[in-house]
């Protein structure tokens, strides 16, 4: 069985020694320091090994049973569920007035990711109860927040979010999710959703659904939509639970992965509705819930990346089997482990540069998070939203191929469902897909992003690339990581100008190379991190640090990113400027 | 559920456009003229449509099962065997002497394609079956040839091959089965046995197992490896069945995927067994399997991707989502197919392009192969020596991420089982393990493919390259497609010569670019074999040809994959050149 150690030590070098987050202005930050930050990674790691890690492959095998319209959980969830509702685990990061513990967002990252490495199913349960508090928090009445927020910060009551139908995701325009007005302000919500995560399941005493449907009247298409609160339990006046909604599981899917999480259709049969927000801007309030959904998304692909990572190394160093070429490491045994191989290594540093980069570039994306909403700084809401179909996109794709990479490296063990390497990759491969699928999150960052406000969050990213080359161009020992560093920025603006110019004569030409170009921005992004933690680390080490090893294991990491993995950022480049001639010119039909 | 249909159109292309088969002086190559070789592409591509495919989703849900000892494959399995057999599609490739059809091995590699497209789980008990009697037919005896050929050929006994044991499966210097010999000049076999392919079944009356074990007393490791046969039911001498033999199936391994092949714990408990060739050389004997093998497991990657993207295009088609960004397609639906977008387009043209350019290599080597053995020609046993890791692991690689790019195609409809997108990534992901994973195949390239015969065959390939791009270099409309070629080939020659440059000094140098290597390696191929389908389908639109769009089409993709994916070499060679430094820098306790 795999096993899980939280990275606790990466996860204060990169608030601490990278992001410096404790002298941070952002409200709230200062509280940050290495102790505090230290006792509660400490805490969420045992959780996370203790509790979460031991029933991964439980939810994985005996998934989640129907019955008599009843879901139930996998054995075990429950009693996971009410400890982590014990720690208060779910609401770090909610506003204490509604009983959350009032940690900023980059918190609730960190210790998001052990949780999510842990058991990426059973998380979905409380991560999509935050998504949905989140969004009445910023969209609802002061009655709703009242009526909803406290049950569920704390977990007593879960959340979920409905957008999919049968015969559309990804263009909700489409919809036929009705809801009636009523004479009492509510509505009566008739339709069903399909692929609604944690849609019904035996841990909470309520589930509060929030629903995208069309009043009848409004605007066609996407402009007609809006947002309801559905719940499956209705709430009396007092705020006990009343009645049984008119809403239903009709069945839950067989999936790929994630088993431990119930995947739902839904079937709303005029059930009671309350509009969240205003009438048909449904859209603009989901998007507060779709955005931080994403960067939760993201996260998983690093986290399932990390878990397997780590046994994959674990594996590695253990398993003996052939030689070292350049000369016998483990005389006394039958054979050397298998880390002594230079293509096993290659294997395990792309997995070890990938997981420690990602996770810079997402606490940095939370503590841009953190700017934006503690601090209202408008220049990191820009730049965040510009980043998150990165996040999204380029972690779940290389977080995929980073699992799928260590099941590698077990070689036929690798394929057994006994080892649970398996688990990872198949549970890992969702997130390249929900909340959006990876190629709609190109199309958002080079159709939309890219563009918004004149271009300047993009520019923004750039100047703030220049700047840091700038500042430590000089510096010694930074000048191998500056270099690549500028390369790749370099092919990201040239692919951007690219854009633009080709994009004036023919929207296609950017499109079609979207896809290359959200990963060209990871790549940068990455690239960015690591020069960063070579700093960081560089610093340390000029400082005399009392742990060089670290530091120097560090440098040589930030190198490997630099030459083995940023020369990627030419190849993106290319097939971008190859555009969109051999991508659209066969008919349908001849294909 | 997903549908498939034989591409015959594209595969009497390959073998009579491009390949020119039938002009060949191959022996039994001439028979192969387009209505001969058109009528059995026929025959097998309705077995594989009307038959295998039908009960691929089957074998995935229901699986093997074992019950005191016998393993039960899933409904439909044994009648579809039958239907095999009947058609004597097992043995088309046999020789005629023991029943087979003695056609070319390139009509063998063609029908496979079908039929593991249509149900690689299935088509393995045959596969393993044809590895085994091939190893016979190499170093059996005229005893064991006559006892065991005739049948193997029919597929009513099948065969298996045993290399791996828990503690080893690359490195078989580590094996600890045993072989004790007897008086009457038989073995008794003791040990066990795991990831045994096909291992135990109720689908033939016999299996043949070829076991490697060790004879007491001979050399340590890898050079005391003998080869046995070992029949499930002992054979009396006048062929009949006798006795059970003291081998069985301990259990059957829970897998991420291929659920209909039963892999089986062997246990050997002093079973009977025959050396096949010679004491010690049980290897050597193997390997004939192996690479045999190697080329049916790269050719799984192809087929996998071809059913792949063959649904991922029909739902392209087929669902409405969203519109066109220049201008309406579909005016009178409620939006446009999924097939108008640019970003789906880039995905499905990398499929596109990967499966007819796999389909075109691999057809080549199997030409080949025919060479090597029916003409007894050096140079081509040579070049497929060197190309047999290429064609296993970067088909291998390829063919899965293009399993996972069309179930992307999908949204989450790819992500639940229902639809079967699921099973062809599950499925596909075994073939960059089992023969040898992916990893060693790239060892086995650089480390000894490469320098093999004072590296004749890279340059015999290099100059094959060469000799192609020189004589169509004033072709008209070829330019195009030899100018990408030649810079691609001039990257795997950059990278062979670094390899030999600084391999010399240090062989991690080599051996941490061999995975690189080998995928530079494969682009060049298909790069080599775009430029030839782009020479034939423009030599066909000159002879006006009465189907122009199927070759203008040929000749967008051939476009697509130059400007596309050829650049890929570039970066490959960049890792390459970055050298062992950051692969090799740390400490194992420092990862």
């Known amino acids: 069985m795999p096993s899980y150690t939280a990275p606790s030590k990466d996860m204060q070098y990169v608030l601490h020694d990278v992001l410096n987050i404790a002298a941070s202005d952002i409200p709230g930050y200062g509280d940050l320091d290495r102790d505090f930050t230290a006792a509660i990674l400490d805490e969420a790691g045992k959780i996370a090994t203790e509790v979460l890690s031991p029933l991964n492959p439980v939810g994985d095998t005996v998934g989640c049973k129907?019955?008599?319209?009843?879901?139930?959980?996998?054995?075990?969830?429950?009693?996971?569920?009410a400890q982590m509702q014990a720690g208060g685990w779910p609401g770090i990061d909610m506003p204490e007035e509604f009983g959350g513990q009032g940690l900023p967002y980059v918190m609730g990252t960190a210790v998001g990711e052990y949780f999510s490495s842990a058991n990426q199913a059973f998380t979905m349960y409380q991560g999509l109860t935050h998504g949905a508090a989140s969004t009445i928090l910023a969209h609802g009445t002061a009655d709703q927040k009242a009526t909803y927020l406290p049950k569920m910060v704390a977990c007593d009551w879960t959340g979920t979010m409905n957008l999919?139908?049968?015969h559309c995701g990804t263009d909700l325009g489409l919809m036929r999710t009705r809801a009636e007005p009523q004479a009492d302000g509510s509505y009566k919500v008739t339709g069903q959703k399909i692929f609604i995560s944690a849609g019904e399941h035996d841990m909470a005493e309520n589930i509060v659904h929030l629903v995208l449907a069309k009043i009848p009247g409004g605007p066609e298409g996407i402009k007609g939509v809006s947002l309801f609160i559905v719940p499956k339990v209705l709430v009396n006046d007092d705020g006990s639970l009343g009645a049984r909604n008119a809403v239903s599981c009709?069945?839950?899917?067989?999936?790929?992965?994630?088993?431990?999480?119930?995947?739902c259709v839904m079937n709303y049969d005029g059930a009671t509705g309350y509009l969240l927000g205003e009438e048909h801007k449904g859209m603009r309030a989901m998007f507060t819930m779709m955005n931080e959904a994403r960067l939760g998304v993201g996260m998983q692909g690093l986290a399932q990346a990390e878990i397997a990572f780590q046994n994959a190394l674990a594996y590695a160093k253990d398993r003996l089997q052939g030689r070292d070429v350049t000369g016998v490491k483990n005389p006394d045994g039958p054979a050397d482990p298998l880390i002594v191989h230079p293509d096993i290594r290659r294997n395990l540093m792309e997995q070890k540069s990938f997981a420690e980069g990602a996770r810079a570039f997402l606490l940095w994306g939370a503590t841009l998070i953190d700017a934006a909403h503690r601090k209202g700084d408008a220049d990191a809401d820009g730049l965040i939203s510009l980043m998150t179909p990165v996040i999204k996109g380029f972690l779940t794709d290389k977080g995929f191929d980073m699992t799928v990479q260590a099941q590698q490296i077990y070689g036929g063990h690798g394929y057994i469902e006994e080892w649970g390497m398996s688990q990872f990759a198949r549970d890992a491969r969702i997130a390249m897909i929900y909340e959006g699928a990876n190629g709609v999150q190109a199309l958002d960052l080079v159709g939309r992003k890219l563009a918004q406000d004149g271009g300047?969050?993009?520019?923004?990213?750039?100047?703030?690339?220049?700047?840091?080359?700038?500042?430590?161009?000089?510096?010694?020992?930074?000048?191998?990581?500056?270099?690549p560093l500028k390369r790749a920025s370099k092919d990201l603006q040239t692919a951007a100008m690219y854009f633009?110019?080709?994009g004036m004569k023919n929207p296609n030409a950017a499109l079609a190379g979207s896809y290359d170009f959200m990963h060209l921005f990871g790549h940068v992004c990455l690239g960015l991190?690591?020069?960063?933690?070579?700093?960081?680390?560089?610093?340390?080490?000029?400082?005399?640090?009392?742990d060089p090893v670290f530091h120097q294991t560090k440098l040589v990491t930030a190198r490997f990113y630099m030459t083995r993995q940023l020369p990627m950022t030419a190849t993106h480049l290319a097939r971008i400027q190859a555009g969109a001639g051999a991508v659209m010119a066969l008919e349908a039909a001849n294909f």
């Open 66 to 81: 129907m019955e008599n319209g009843v879901v139930y959980t996998p054995p075990g969830f429950k009693d996971a569920f």
């Open 164 to 166: 999919t139908e049968p």
């Open 250 to 263: 009709g069945k839950i899917e067989e999936k790929m992965g994630i088993h431990g999480n119930a995947t």
């Open 456 to 483: 300047k969050h993009v520019m923004a990213f750039f100047d703030l690339v220049k700047a840091f080359c700038k500042e430590n161009a000089e510096t010694e020992g930074m000048a191998e990581f500056i270099e």
């Open 500 to 502: 633009m110019a080709e």
């Open 529 to 546: 991190m690591w020069a960063k933690m070579a700093r960081a680390s560089n610093a340390a080490l000029a400082a005399g640090t009392d």
